[in-house]
């Protein structure tokens, strides 16, 4: 995938909110992958090693795959692994991977803005965030990731609407994120849609059947849902 470039007169603006991005996000370290000899790898070969430990640090931009089709490639064969993975571990280290390669838009440019947004809002700025996600979207438009985090945003600022809007655009692009549909089920659950809300989290655990909190959250709904008839 490849950005579309942006107008003459709208390059001064992305460029002043990178340089103010930049400024704001103190400098991070890279992350070191720790070496592990004597465990066999549950990733297919040329996936990104992603244990928590070695997450790249917020602001900092990921390295690239090759390719897009060589993105799509892994990507699907991630989810596949992730789904029939057999216990809560390997799900953990398949889903830091897949996690990874949702930072990689085709862009370097909107991979920063994303980068810089998330580096942003966790020291705090969130209206500095949602302009960088904002012109990340704007940029690449088929970018998943940058549209769920500027959900999650909208979700933060009692945005619903907007919110709930962002997670079908993202889902739309990407039916296995699992973090949208998780998030979906949040919201949902949080405006009172339980029937809705179900669906949403039966849904993220055919994708990460291992995923503690939806599993949770499944199954409390799931108790509330039948109680009412419904």
Known sequence: ?????????????????????????????????????????????????????????????????????????????????????????????????????????????????VARAVAVAEAGNRPLAMKLLNAAVELQPDYAEAWNRRAYLYYLDDDYKRALGDLRRVLALDPRHFKALEGLGNLLQHLGEKKAALEAYEAVLKVHPHLPDAKKARDDLKVQVEGQGI
Not at 3 to 16: H, N, S, V
Not at 56 to 82: F, I, M, N
């Open 1 to 113: 995938m490849t950005g579309k470039p942006l107008p003459r007169r709208r390059t001064g603006a992305l460029a002043a909110l990178l340089a103010l991005a930049a400024a704001l996000s103190p400098p991070f370290a890279e992350a070191q992958v720790p070496p592990t000899p004597e465990a066999p790898s549950p990733l297919p070969k040329g996936a990104p090693e992603a244990p928590p430990s070695a997450q790249p640090a917020p602001g900092e931009a990921p390295p690239p795959v090759e390719s897009p089709e060589q993105h799509a490639k892994l990507l699907d064969e991630l989810y596949t692994r992730l789904a029939t993975a057999p216990d809560e571990t390997t799900a953990r280290q398949v889903a830091a991977a897949i996690e990874q390669l949702w930072q990689h838009s085709g862009s370097p440019t909107a991979d920063l803005l």
